[in-house]
Nanobody, 120 residues
């Protein structure tokens, strides 16, 4: 299987920045696409950004120009650089990895989530 560990969340003032990380680990696994999602209280989980294993990216309109997704394939780690944060960015952020052990079909794996709070 694949284990995901997220880090980097916290409390930040409006206009500030945070950098989230998501590290994947396991044995004999491969990773295809990776992505960040977020869920605010009482709302559904929404896509924030995705990145393929070749580096192609996709962003939600609400974060374009402010957030940057990247990945380091050698470290099996994905990042989300969040700048110009707004109160409406407050949510639990989850990483998702599409992949798995090479001897099993590809499926989605989710991290445990990290809280991001934007408030003065």
């Amino acid at each position: 299987q694949v284990q995901l560990v997220e880090s980097g969340g916290g409390l930040v003032q409006p206009g500030g920045s945070l950098r989230l990380s998501c590290r994947a680990s396991g044995s004999m696994f491969r990773i295809n696409a990776m992505g960040w999602y977020r869920q605010a209280p009482g709302k559904q989980r929404d896509l924030v950004a995705t990145i393929t294993n070749s580096g192609s990216t996709n962003y939600a309109d609400s974060v374009k120009g402010r957030f940057t997704i990247s990945r380091d394939n050698a470290k099996n780690t994905m990042y989300l650089q969040m700048n110009s944060l707004k109160p409406e960015d407050t949510a639990v952020y989850f990483c998702k990895v599409q992949g798995g052990p090479v001897y099993l079909p590809v499926r989605d794996y989710w991290g445990q989530g990290t809280q991001v709070t934007v408030s003065s």
